[in-house]
């Protein structure tokens, strides 16, 4: 249920309603927009339903969210949220560049790329250290050895670090190194996963399954969010469709529409979803100009011996290439990088 309070409601009366939603044993969620307070309510709905929220003073208006996903929905907060990742902005006017290798392999390795997508432009490292693979012959990461890395990564360049998480006894070791948590396409709707992130502090980057729908994607951060954790930033990372050409087939009509549907910041991995190296610079820009708060692209400085998706990596130079054309798209559609 959405509370909106009335443009002349004072700060007393704000947290009058805040603490009777409490009373209640419901959970109320505050945004702030230009003009208004909105206060999202949280809990059942059957005891929501038969509280009188109309009747607090200064409230104006009490909607019930007929969406299937409630706390997700853009209505929920009637503003954009910003999802801060160790200290960068994520929702903001700035559109944020992720970048690291795929899996994370040796410190030589790690370090030297984090240190060239750094001077190019990327404000947030990426890199795994459980990698989820289609055979069980294929690399599978370093696990814990991989997170030290990272947060040496970090320590060495300043960038915060995202990685995946694939199993919930991870969480803790992870939460240790990483500032943010990603949730692969193949665990969209690890239902058991995402319940357990949504219990973490740290802000969670949800990858769209190959096979699920943009509503399927909202159900699953409403998982999240319905734990308690707002910090969930949206990956659309392309899809499977009829075509074989291109590995996936990048959805960026899933930009607008998850802009319109959702408070949550939306990031665009044109890694996948082209997974052709020398196609994924236009992609990029293709996703700025739709409209996404972030970008997610992989790069290695030897990708002939990448341990996994070399075919889809940029070099360190075609990545800074990119951001000085992904800067000027973001210019022209009002934002900056
Ligand atoms: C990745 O980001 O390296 C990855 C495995 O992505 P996805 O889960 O989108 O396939
Ligand atoms: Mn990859």
């Not at 998480?165 to 943010?180: H, N």
């Amino acid at each position: 249920m959405i509370i909106v309070t009335r443009a002349d409601a004072t700060e007393d009366q704000i947290q009058h309603i805040v603490d009777r939603i409490k009373e209640w044993g419901l959970r109320p969620e505050v945004s702030r927009g230009a003009l208004r307070v909105v206060i999202g309510v949280v809990g059942p709905e059957e005891v929501i339903r038969e509280k009188p929220l109309a009747a607090i003073p200064g409230v104006e208006s009490v909607t019930p969210v007929l969406k299937p996903y409630k706390l997700v929905a853009h209505e929920f907060r009637q503003t954009a949220s910003l999802v801060e990742v160790g200290g960068v902005t994520f929702g903001g006017p700035r559109v944020v560049v992720i970048s690291g290798p795929c899996s994370v392999e040796s410190r030589e390795q790690l370090i030297a790329i984090a240190s060239e997508v750094k001077k190019a432009g990327a404000r947030v490292l990426r890199g795994g250290a459980f990698k989820p693979r289609t055979s069980p012959y294929a690399f599978q990461g370093l696990g814990v050895d991989g997170l030290k890395l990272l947060a040496e990564a970090r320590e060495a360049t300043g960038l915060p670090v995202i990685t995946e998480i694939m199993d919930t006894k991870d969480l803790e070791v992870i939460e240790q190194y990483a500032d943010c948590l990603q949730v692969g396409a193949r665990n969209m709707q690890n239902f058991a996963l995402l319940k357990e992130v949504g219990r973490s502090k740290l802000p969670v980057m949800l990858k769209r399954g190959m096979s699920a729908t943009i509503k399927d994607l909202l159900m699953s951060a409403e998982y999240i969010l319905n734990e308690g954790n707002f910090n969930v930033l949206l990956c659309e990372r392309g899809i499977r469709t009829f075509e074989t050409y291109t590995r996936n087939t990048l959805d960026l009509n899933a930009v607008p529409v998850l802009k319109r549907e959702t408070h949550l910041p939306v990031i665009v991995d044109p890694t996948h979803g082209i997974g052709l190296h020398e196609h994924v610079p236009a992609m990029a820009l293709a996703a700025v100009a739709a409209g996404a708060d972030g970008l997610m692209v992989e790069v290695h400085n030897s990708p002939e011996l990448a341990k996994s998706d070399g075919e889809q990596a940029l070099l360190p130079e075609e990545f800074g290439d990119m951001v000085k054309r992904v800067r000027a798209v973001a210019e022209a559609v009002g934002r900056q990088l």
